[in-house]
């Protein structure tokens, strides 16, 4: 069964501190991990890929196969990072390509 | 480029009732995705249809069901309302079976009393 689990429901970090939210999985196979993001009132948006391997807004997540990790940081918070942001799975063997979604981590920037 | 949608946008039923929510995907788009998202319990796959099919389908009792059209919208329909089955439905889209990002809908909240 594939599995992801996000340990933090809320995370506050001061404008300018750095950000790293946590995403771990579990999964037999190769997995596709990926980070969604949702702002204030707006849809559900993907934000990276791992495969990508993009830094976008400034943001970069790392697949860690031997710790089983996606984590995503940023060096720089910014007070337009304050959103809920959901790590998810995709693979093969989940039987096509459907999304396993953690629980999601409510990131608050504070000035 | 208008982005995936879906209607209505809230939904009041009565335990027992059927609930219709639709959806419909980008432009080319050939595969469709339902989300679940109660309160408590994140996102949970329901659904996924391409072609016209039904390629897969999440931990739902049957009373989960739906169809994709030939125009690749999509309809869910929830029988036999239970008071647990309130709940924020999102719906994906991608452009085919193959493809790993999906484009989400705004969803419609459903709220069964």
């Known amino acids: 069964a594939q599995r992801v689990t996000q340990p933090e429901k809320l995370l506050s970090v001061f404008k300018g501190a750095p950000v790293e939210l946590k995403c771990n999985y579990s999964?037999?196979?190769?997995?596709?991990l990926f980070w969604y993001v949702q702002y204030s009132r707006q849809r559900l948006q993907l934000l990276l890929r791992?495969?990508s391997r993009e830094s976008i807004k400034g943001f970069t997540a790392d697949l860690n196969k031997g710790e089983t990790s996606f984590h995503l940081k940023k060096p720089f918070a910014q007070e337009e990072d304050s959103a809920m942001y959901y790590c998810?799975?995709?693979?093969?063997?989940?039987?096509?390509?459907?999304?396993?979604f953690g629980t999601g981590t409510q990131l608050k920037v504070e000035l | 480029e208008a982005g995936v949608t879906q209607s209505p946008t809230h939904l009041i039923k009565t335990r027992g009732q059927q609930a219709t929510l639709r959806c419909s995907p980008i432009?080319?788009?050939?595969?469709v995705y339902w989300y679940q998202q109660a309160l408590g319990l994140g996102l949970q796959f329901l659904l996924w249809?391409?072609?016209?099919?039904?390629?897969n389908r999440g931990n739902f009792p049957p009373r989960f069901s739906g169809r994709q059209f030939p125009n690749y919208s999509s309809e869910l329909n929830v029988n036999a309302l239970e008071l647990e089955d309130s709940a924020l439905y999102l719906c994906?889209?991608?452009?085919?079976?193959?493809?790993?990002?999906?484009?989400f809908g705004p969803g419609t909240r459903l709220t069964v009393t």
């Open positions: 994906a889209s991608s452009l085919d079976r193959a493809a790993y990002e999906q484009y």
């Open positions: 999964y037999s196979g190769s997995p596709e």
């Open positions: 791992h495969i």
């Open positions: 998810a799975l995709s693979g093969a063997a989940g039987g096509g390509n459907k999304l396993t």
């Open positions: 432009s080319g788009h050939t595969s």
């Open positions: 249809y391409d072609e016209g099919e039904e390629r």
